[in-house]
Nanobody, 125 residues
Framework: QVQLVESGGGLVQPGGSLRLSCAAS????????MGWYRQAPGKQRELVVT???????NYADSVKGRFTISRDNTKNTVHLHMNNLKPEDTAVYYC???????????????????WGQGTQVTVSS
C-alpha cells in the first residue's frame, strides 16, 4: 500500500543534535500534512511538530527553539533537526502523514492518515 520510512534515530549525549528523516513511498503523489510525534515509555504519544502544504508549522512548546522541521514537497519527505537534546526527549519518534493521495495500480486512492514504524531516540550521558 503506502510506506513512511523513518531514519536517523540513535543515541546522543545531552546537548547534542540528531536529524530524523521520513520519506514517503513513491506511489504517494501528495500529502496534505506531515509531522512527528513521540512516545516515551509509560506515556501517551504526543505531538512534536507538524507542517502542512502551506509550510505552516505547529510545534509542541517543549521543543520550540530546539527542533526544526523542513519539508520537500516534491519528494514528500520531512526532516526533523533536533538540537540541544535533553534526556526528556528520549522516546520513539513516529512520522505521520495526513490526507494522502496514492496510486496502487487500480487508480488514485485516498488515505486519511498513516504512521511510520518509529525510530528510537535516546538522550543519555
Amino acid at each position: 500500500q503506502v510506506q513512511l520510512v523513518e531514519s536517523g534515530g540513535g543515541l546522543v549525549q545531552p546537548g547534542g543534535s540528531l536529524r530524523l528523516s521520513c520519506a514517503a513511498s513513491q506511489n504517494i503523489f501528495s500529502v496534505n500534512s506531515m509531522g512527528w510525534y513521540r512516545q516515551a515509555p509509560g506515556k501517551q504519544r504526543e505531538l512534536v511538530v507538524t507542517i502542512n502544504n502551506s509550510d505552516i508549522t505547529n510545534y509542541a512548546d517543549s521543543v520550540k527553539g530546539r527542533f526544526t522541521i523542513s519539508r520537500d514537497n516534491t519528494k514528500n519527505t520531512v526532516h526533523l533537526h533536533m538540537n540541544n537534546l535533553k534526556p526528556e526527549d528520549t522516546a520513539v519518534y513516529y512520522c505521520n502523514a495526513l490526507g494522502i493521495l496514492y496510486y496502487n495500480g487500480d487508480g488514485p486512492k485516498h488515505l486519511d492518515a498513516y504512521w511510520g514504524q518509529g525510530t528510537q531516540v535516546t538522550v543519555s550521558s
